[in-house]
Every structure is written in structure tokens, then in C-alpha cells.
């Protein structure tokens, strides 16, 4: 066996053995039980627009911090490959730029997911609340908005030290814990705002609040509340709000900078804006749920969604891959703050330089591994192939069988969800995001998609080409109202059946072996030989319905 064909047989069993590891080890099973699963197309369409949207935003703001001489676009050299559908896509990497939309979508995931799961499996967790804190002043543009956020923050962590203590004679503490907190800015002009008798009409102002989770870890005495309310509005010098018990994640862990805000800024604000957030903690965890995601590091798990099938899922912690990100600068988030509390900055990892000009380039087509699965280009779920510095017309034969073998691996997966073929899961998906398409449609596309006909499948049993081959197109004047508006739905779709078999063709079961075909046919014509005897019989018997069946009067006499 040739070097080559060893590593292609290596890299097969190396898919199929994490395939078969279970999550806590390894998300391989993660990937198989969330692979071909469907979600309702019209919820799809909407994530997939709402994504576009942020893409688009996060590239209008690039342009225009580029613009103005701030390069915040990284080279990642990262290419995903649909397992299933095969489409191919180059991957945008950007700086840890806080207020570009798709960083903020990466930033916030893993919280809110981690939130999610803290928050499910915490004993006391009905007892969390939620609250606002917003700063006393608002801060012009071009001001000092680091130092805003960095007092804010500040405070609310001396704070949750002030109400995390026992209760005294001299005043504070009411056993009281922080779990997170986050930071906005919402940005309006004083018009806008009703301050015009303060700051000129067009000023430009950002006001910054933050939402807090915390929880009361023992039930108040009486009147102990309201002098916790009191307290903690004298100790913030702030406004602040009590919203109740935690209800959505979701409303509480959002985008530091809302992106309609954000575009509306000129081109020198956009780089006030990167100067003034760069290296700064915008969300972060506080208290018990900080030391339980440290946990989750320090194992290298983070947390995703599993979906079960029939729009059911439920979170798991699973383990990282062995990709590293690239080192930023702006990554070092927190450490000025940290600096400043007192606490310990985190060392910086050493910085790797690249290759300098002249030298050798660095290797093409080095296969990563796969993602979990991904809605990314359809209803259902496929897992995304990683290669770094991919490149089509220099792929060795090593990377094309690691691909291949990914692929195959996806495929079978894939197959056995009862998934539709790739071909007419892109057709809904392209159908999907027309948006002359009705709810109706999209849902009834999706739902006849796993049915249409794929000749093309690992799956298809053999023989059935032989089957297919006599198939004949059906008059479409001849099918039900309702195929006709599903078969209407995709382009260039047929219903085709079966011919008829011939009427020689026997109905029986077919036998196995001959011997069985030969018994068989040896009873038939013994009983085709007996059959005039007992016709005969029959005949010549009386018939006497009474005796036979019972006679009605006899019975009820």
C-alpha cells in the first residue's frame, strides 16, 4: 500500500472515530445528530437576511474607518467549504473592533449561550433580576468616552463588593451577587435628546448604560428592599432601574453600539469611536457566573446548540478544536480596567511574525478540520470543511482525499436525516429568500423537498435504475390541485411513475432459492391437478345454509 493511499485510509478512520467520541470529548456527535436537521424556512430566511444585513453594515463601516486611515480588515486566509452542497466561501476576518456588527454577533454568542446554560442549571436561578444602570451625564462626540465607561464599570464592580457582604450595624451589604455586566451607548443629537438648552441642537451625544444581572441570595426582611434600592441609587451617583425577575438573555447580552447608529456616524467619528473602545471590556461576566466560564476554558469547552429535530434543541457544553485564533492587540480587552482594580492583566501571548518578504510563502491547503453545522446556506444543516490558504489548482492529493473523506462522511449523515438532495436544498433556499414567496409556499417547498426524486444519492438501492429507466412522465391534467401547486413551486420539476407491470408478471413473493421456486411450482400443479375433483364435490354436495351457518329461526326459537 502506497504512502498516499495510507493517509487517505488514516484520515477516513480519523472522521469516522471522532464521529463515534461522545460530547463531553469531542462535539464529533454534536455534528452527526444535528447534520441534515431542518428548521422552519421562513425563520431561516429571516436569520439569513438579518446576517446579510450585518455583513453589509459591518462592510460600510470598514470602508469608512479605511477611509479614514484605520485598517480594522485582518488577513485570515480562511476558506469554508460546504460539506453537502459543496459552495466555497473566503472568510472576512476584522480586528476585535467592538461596534462592527459581526464582532459584536461573535462577542455576544457565547455569552448568551453560556448565560443560557448557567441560568438552566443554577438551583436559584428564579431569583436573578435584571437591572439598568445609565450614567448621570452624556458624552459629546470627540469627548472622553473611555473614561466614561471605564467609571462606570468601575463602579458597578466596587458595587457588587459593597452589596456582597454580610449585613452590619454601620450600613451595606445584603448578600447580594453580580453576575454580568454590559455596556451600551446609544448615540442621538441634544435635539434629539430635549438637552438643546445645554449643548448646541447638533451636537452629537452618547449616553452609556449598562444591564446588569444580580441575585439576591436570601429573602429580604421587611423594608431591607427598599433601603437596598435606596442604598444603591446613593452609591452609584447614577440612574437606575429595577426590571424584575430574568426573562430573555437576549434583551440583557445585546450589541454594545446599535449598527443603524453606528453607520449614521462620519468617518472621523467612526475612529474617535475605535480609539475610545479599543481594548475595552464591554460585556463581561461577574461573580459565580465568571468563575463557571473560566471553568469552561480551563477545559476548553464552550457552549452550543444541539438541535434534537422538530425545531427541538437543547444546550451541551462541548469540546474547542485545537485552532488557536490569531493573536490581536485588540483582543487584550479588560486590561486597563484590570490595571486599574487592581486585579491581575493577563499575560500577553507572544506575537508571531509573519513571513518577511523574499521568503519562502506559507504552505497552500491545509485542511483544518470540520465545523459544527451550520443554516448557512439553506433550512437545513451542514457542517463547513475549514482549509487555511486554500488555493483549487495546487491540491496535493492528501488534502483532496482528507476533503473528500469529510465530505463523504457529511453526506452519510446527511442521508440519514432523510435530508433532501443538496440540489433541491439550495432550490428552497433560493426560493426562500424570494420575497414574492408567500409562508404557505416556502413551508410546502420545504416540506416536498426531502421527496423529489435524487438518482444521484450513495443511498438509491441498487436496481433501482433499472426501475427508473421505466418511468414515463404523468399528464400533469391528470394530478390533485395540490401536487400541482407544490410541483409549480420548483423550476423545471417533474412527476413521474412507475409503468405498470405486465400482466404475465407474477404477484406472488419471490422466492430466495431455486429449490423454494421449485416446491412452490410443484404445489401449484397439484393443486391445479385436484382442482376439477373438488370442483366436482362441490357440486355434487347439498347445500343446507341452515347447518352450515346457522339458521336464525332455529336460534332464536
Not at 30 to 54: C, E, F, H, Q, Y
Not at 73 to 86: D, K, N
Not at 187 to 209: K, N
Not at 298 to 314: A, N, Q
Request: hydrophobic share 35%; proline share 6%.
Amino acid at each position: 500500500m502506497t504512502k498516499r493511499r495510507s493517509d487517505a485510509l488514516a484520515a477516513r478512520a480519523a472522521v469516522t472515530a471522532m464521529a463515534n467520541e461522545p460530547a463531553q470529548k469531542r462535539h464529533g456527535n454534536v455534528l452527526r445528530s444535528n447534520t441534515g436537521w431542518a428548521i422552519d424556512p421562513v425563520v431561516w430566511v429571516k436569520r439569513a437576511k438579518a446576517m446579510s444585513l450585518l455583513t453589509a453594515q459591518t462592510e460600510r463601516i470598514a470602508e469608512a474607518l479605511t477611509r479614514a486611515g484605520v485598517d480594522v480588515r485582518r488577513e485570515s486566509g480562511l476558506t469554508m467549504i460546504s460539506a453537502v452542497t459543496g459552495i466555497v466561501e473566503t472568510m472576512t476576518a476584522y480586528r476585535a473592533c467592538r461596534f462592527l456588527p459581526t464582532i459584536a454577533a461573535r462577542d455576544r454568542r457565547p455569552l448568551v449561550n453560556g448565560l443560557k446554560l448557567f441560568i438552566t442549571g443554577h438551583p436559584k436561578s428564579k431569583y436573578f433580576r435584571y437591572s439598568v444602570m445609565t450614567s448621570s451625564e452624556p458624552v459629546p462626540a470627540f469627548g472622553d468616552l473611555r473614561k466614561a465607561i471605564q467609571k462606570l464599570n468601575r463602579r458597578i464592580s466596587k458595587w457588587a463588593h459593597y452589596i456582597n457582604t454580610a449585613v452590619s450595624n454601620d450600613g451595606g451589604g445584603y448578600d447580594v451577587k453580580v453576575l454580568f455586566r454590559g455596556i451600551e451607548f446609544t448615540r442621538a443629537t441634544a435635539e434629539e435628546r430635549g438637552m438643546s438648552d445645554r449643548y448646541p441642537p447638533e451636537t452629537v451625544l452618547y449616553h452609556i448604560h449598562a444591564n446588569v444581572i444580580y441575585w439576591p441570595t436570601r429573602a429580604m426582611r421587611s423594608g431591607e428592599w427598599k433601603c437596598f434600592l435606596r442604598a444603591t441609587h446613593r452609591f452609584m451617583k447614577a440612574e437606575w432601574r429595577d426590571n424584575g425577575k430574568v426573562e430573555k438573555v437576549e434583551e440583557i447580552v445585546k450589541y454594545c453600539s446599535k449598527p443603524n447608529d453606528t453607520l449614521a456616524a462620519s468617518d472621523d467619528e467612526l475612529v474617535w469611536l475605535y480609539r475610545e473602545t479599543q481594548r475595552l471590556k464591554i460585556c463581561q461576566p461577574l461573580g459565580d457566573f465568571k468563575a463557571w466560564m473560566k471553568t469552561l476554558e480551563e477545559r476548553k469547552e464552550k457552549v452550543v446548540r444541539v438541535h434534537l429535530g422538530r425545531g427541538d434543541g437543547r444546550l451541551e457544553r462541548v469540546k474547542k478544536g485545537k485552532r488557536e485564533r490569531p493573536v490581536d492587540e485588540d483582543d487584550d480587552a479588560g486590561a486597563e480596567d484590570a490595571a486599574a482594580e487592581g486585579g491581575e492583566v493577563p499575560e500577553k501571548p507572544e506575537r508571531r511574525e509573519r513571513n518577511e518578504p523574499g521568503e519562502a510563502s506559507p504552505p497552500t491547503n491545509i485542511v483544518i478540520g470540520l465545523s459544527l453545522p451550520q443554516w448557512r446556506h439553506s433550512p437545513w444543516s451542514e457542517p463547513m470543511i475549514m482549509v487555511q490558504h486554500y488555493d483549487p489548482l495546487r491540491l496535493s492529493e492528501e488534502a483532496t482525499c482528507d476533503i473528500a473523506a469529510w465530505k463523504e462522511k457529511a453526506r452519510e449523515w446527511w442521508d440519514d436525516a432523510f435530508a433532501p438532495p443538496p440540489e433541491e436544498a439550495l432550490r428552497v433556499a433560493r426560493m426562500a429568500m424570494d420575497e414574492s414567496m408567500s409562508d404557505e409556499d416556502i413551508r410546502a417547498a420545504a416540506e416536498a423537498a426531502p421527496y423529489i426524486l435524487d438518482t444521484c444519492r450513495p443511498t438509491v438501492p441498487t436496481g433501482t435504475l433499472d426501475h427508473l429507466e421505466e418511468c414515463e412522465i404523468e399528464d400533469e391534467n391528470e394530478l390533485d390541485d395540490d401536487v400541482k401547486s407544490i410541483v409549480r413551486l420548483f423550476e423545471g420539476a417533474t412527476v413521474v411513475r412507475l409503468r405498470p407491470r405486465p400482466p404475465t408478471e407474477d404477484d406472488g413473493i419471490p422466492f430466495e432459492t431455486d429449490e423454494q421456486a421449485e416446491q412452490e411450482a410443484e404445489l401449484r400443479a397439484m393443486h391445479e391437478a385436484d382442482e376439477p375433483g373438488w370442483a366436482k364435490r362441490r357440486l355434487s354436495a347439498p347445500y343446507h345454509p341452515s347447518e352450515r351457518w346457522g339458521d336464525s329461526r332455529r336460534i332464536a326459537a
